[in-house]
């Protein structure tokens, strides 16, 4: 466990990292200059992350990661109304679109390597937690009877984030946001519709 | 223009480099080997390929392109009952079970570089006919009262697709298919539903 004082530190050094490789690319980052930007010294550096850049990307990717569902507030923490829904909706359209085809977390997963366990981890966390909160907005609609009974929140909210990542995968590749926008109105639409009658 | 036995040299030698870059991965394949393979000469192989490895790869991405929408067949070109749809959403869900995290298309686009416009226009493409080609099944399904009017065929394409993407790019990190299957069966239940009431 780290002192109060430690994990500030250690946020700073990452904090710093996440900032040199936004502004110069992952392939030009140096240890010496997120020593320089976050006011540490190597001993500091190697304290904190004993495994040396490897593990420091790692705690980056973690937290671009957490920014992702960051970005996403506070309208996916409060799914509760039709509107909420909609705002959310604008919101995830809205970051990716200004994201465009530079994803800060697909450049570190990609430097980590794709099909390692740690980067695995990182990204399989993050959709876990985006995947959860989604849930539980099915469920509190599904509760104040707005979405019909028949549908299973679990599966809803997973098909949710496949349609985001594809969404996405798609933007990144062409440019466009419309096929991102059809698979969320699509799901939205799904969960709107009043019957499950067949 | 190609005579039909130059198309069908050209076939031959795309051909055996798809399975050499399957049997022996991307990087380990050389021209020699290829043209051993497909029993043709260097100057044959610069004659249909000028540009040398780089443009044989993007022949053999459009080869596993191709490959994409045929293993969806016969299902994807007759979409004309819920029972095919249901057909055609087994056969892609066990496509990419089987494929797991090996995407011939994908280390080819890798290696040709995902952002250049060789690459891109080959995805493109690819991903512009899947679409198409499931917009008129929805085209046929409406036609035949099967499906409500309120459902746009192109948005609804489009939205599949995204889902699609989504759920392989999970299965290909999470070694799971159930985020492509919960997210093909909420499409296919929004098209099933009876009602555009909210």
Redesign the interface.
Known sequence: MLTAKGAATRDRIVAAAAAEIRERGISAVKLDDIGRRSRTGKSQLFHYFPDGKEQLLLAVAEREAEQVLEDQEPHLGQLTSWDAWAEWRDAVVEKYRRQG?HCPLGVLITEIG??TPAA?AV??RL?AQWQRRLESGIEEMKAAGEIRADVDPA??A??L??????????LM??GSS???E??L???L??L???????
Request: aromatic share 4%; net charge positive; with cysteine.
């Open positions: 085809v794709r099909h695995q990204t399989g959709l599966r809803a997973a098909a984030i496949a349609a985001i990542q594809g969404g996405v995968a798609i590749s062409s419309t096929h991102l059809y698979a109105d699509l799901c639409d799904y709107q519709l009043s019957t499950g009658g067949r």
